[in-house]
């Protein structure tokens, strides 16, 4: 049974004069691994899925499945017709091994709380893997309240929370309640998030010195405060670099510049601008002196 705790990458997808670059995603995905990271989200926001079609999605899966060895890996899954997102489930995890689905909220369409609650219990239903709800309202127009969230956790295969709703009070609920692990969504929330009582996070900054979020996150979980904090004000400024500009632009500039992947985003994903690069790749260089 996946365990939702510790640090998740949220994987960006890397192109290549406009197509996949398989062998890149494969060679991220095993440095990522050895650092510790525990576990991976494929074709989630961070990896531009909705600019994908199914063939690249299913491509991108494989390789991140086949790249993760012992990691779980979760799919990035959403939609707007309950019933098509539900059959995606169903064949995706009958043909592959998947940790389970990382399910956000149908975007666009801002259904209310009774009919957020049978979207995502119309896919609980027939996905034979564990689920994780994403609430990011940012991105999908509404929110899954914290009532909708406890009623969810009914469902025996809705397991867990990927909160960037930015509502400590709904998190802390959550957390009173115990019956969902709360990951959290929102890179600059991190510390704060882990001091309530997440269990972990799916941070698309830990693309970048992977080693200290893990640290981080086991400095907290050991209730090494103190030196958890610090780190986390040495790590912030890295935070700050990479969503001063639409994510995931700014972390494919540094990951291009050291020479992981290309740099590459499709429209209507623009480069992260040469200012923003340079104040987050400052921030990255400035952690230097904590690699022992």
């Known amino acids: 049974m996946v365990q939702f705790s510790g640090i998740w990458v949220p994987l960006v997808t890397p192109f ?7 062998p890149a995603l494969r060679r991220l995905v095993e440095q990522l691994a050895s650092h510790g990271v525990a576990g991976f989200v494929a074709c989630g926001s961070t990896g531009e ?3 994908l079609d199914d063939d690249e999605q299913q491509a991108v899966l494989r390789t991140v499945l086949d790249a993760a060895g012992d990691r779980p890996v979760l799919m990035g899954l ?3 017709r309950p019933a098509l997102v539900a059959a995606r489930a169903r064949q995706l995890a009958d043909a592959l091994p998947l940790a389970g689905y990382l399910l956000s909220a149908p975007g666009y369409m801002k259904p209310n709380q009774a009919g957020l609650l049978d979207f995502f219990i119309t896919v609980a ?3 034979p893997v564990p689920i994780v709800a994403y609430d990011i309202p940012s991105r999908t127009g509404v929110r899954i309240e914290p009532q909708t969230l406890l009623a ?10 990927k909160d960037c709703s930015s509502d400590a009070a709904a998190a802390t609920a959550l957390l009173a309640d115990g019956r969902l692990a709360l990951l959290a969504g929102n890179d600059d929330e991190l510390f704060a998030q882990l ?6 996070s799916i941070t ?4 970048l010195r992977p080693d200290l979020f893990v640290r981080l996150h086991r400095l907290m979980q050991a209730q090494r405060l103190h030196e958890a904090r610090a780190l986390w004000h040495r790590l912030r400024p890295l935070v700050t670099g990479l969503f001063a500009e639409p994510n995931p632009a700014p972390v494919k500039a540094l990951l291009a510049r050291q020479g992981v992947i290309a740099g590459e985003l499709r429209a209507p994903m623009t480069p992260a601008s040469a200012a923003c690069v340079e104040r987050a790749q400052a921030a990255l260089d400035a952690l230097r002196d904590l690699d022992a």
């Open 78 to 80: 959403s939609g707007a």
């Open 49 to 51: 899925a909705a600019l």
């Open 195 to 200: 001091a309530l009582g997440a269990t972990g």
């Open 204 to 207: 698309a900054s830990a693309h």
């Open 152 to 161: 969810l956790a009914a469902h025996p295969r809705i397991r867990a929370l």
């Open 16 to 22: 290549r004069s406009g197509a996949l670059d398989l």
């Open 125 to 127: 239903d027939v996905s």
